[in-house]
Antibody, heavy 117, light 112 residues
Framework: EVQLVESGGDLIQPGGSLRLSCAAS????????MNWARQAPGKGLEWLSY????????QYADSVKGRFTISRDNAKNSLYLQMNSLRSEDTALYYC??????????WGRGTLVTVSS | DVVMTQSPLSLPVTLGQPASISCRSS???????????LIWFQQRPGQSPRRLIY???KRHSGVPDRFSGSGSGTDFTLKISRVEAEDVGVYYC?????????FGGGTKVEIK
């Protein structure tokens, strides 16, 4: 069974940094493309970032480019999102999504990031 | 960026009756490999999204066959043949053909 468990969400002040993690199991993580997406409270879905299985292809949404960095550790079956220069508009539930950018196969349960002073 | 426009915003339906959701893209979703990358997700209240349909019309494993997807180019439809109580939630389309990936605004399905 595919499992994606996000962690690292917290209450953080504007301008601060946070690192999200996603622990994956139940599939061949090494060969699976991965994504991060988010959902602001009461709002719709927004794609944030993509990383290929070998980390050689990475893409970002304009809203986070230059502030967020996606990475993965295939030996640990883990995906990460380093978030810097956080803003109030980054407040959202952050989801780890397994699957290529054409497919978006599986979603985790999300981890909540609240940016507020 | 490709704009995904869903309609209606809200869809009250009677149990056992059909339902249909439209999704239109501002550009063709036919990729250079010839495939059309349009995905439908269901988000039940309090849950994370789950994929229902990919490549316009292919059902994700375990998805009931009352859900079907159709369309081509820029015009797509998700149909529920007979709505059940467990189908309540918000439905999103997403395009996986162009960077950045973009979602529709969502359609809330509720029981009358």
């Amino acid at each position: 069974e595919v499992q994606l468990v996000e962690s690292g969400g917290d209450l953080i002040q504007p301008g601060g940094s946070l690192r999200l993690s996603c622990a994956a199991s139940g599939f061949d993580f090494n060969n699976f493309e991965m994504n991060w997406a988010r959902q602001a409270p009461g709002k719709g879905l927004e794609w944030l970032s993509y990383i290929s299985g070998g980390s050689n292809v990475i893409q970002y949404a304009d809203s986070v480019k230059g502030r967020f960095t996606i990475s993965r550790d295939n030996a640990k079956n883990s995906l990460y999102l380093q978030m810097n220069s956080l803003r109030s508009e980054d407040t959202a539930l952050y989801y780890c999504v397994a699957g290529g950018w054409h497919y978006f196969d599986y979603w985790g349960r999300g981890t909540l990031v609240t940016v507020s002073s | 960026d490709v704009v995904m426009t869903q309609s209606p915003l809200s869809l009250p339906v009677t149990l056992g009756q059909p339902a249909s959701i439209s999704c239109r893209s501002s550009q063709s979703l036919v990729y250079s490999d010839g495939n059309t990358y349009l995905i439908w997700f269901q988000q039940r209240p309090g849950q994370s999204p789950r994929r229902l349909i990919y490549n316009v019309s292919k059902r994700h494993s375990g998805v009931p066959d009352r859900f079907s997807g159709s369309g081509s180019g820029t015009d797509f439809t998700l149909k529920i043949s007979r709505v059940e109580a467990e189908d309540v939630g918000v439905y999103y389309c997403m395009q996986g053909a162009h960077w950045p990936l973009t979602f529709g605004g969502g359609t809330k399905v509720e029981i009358k």
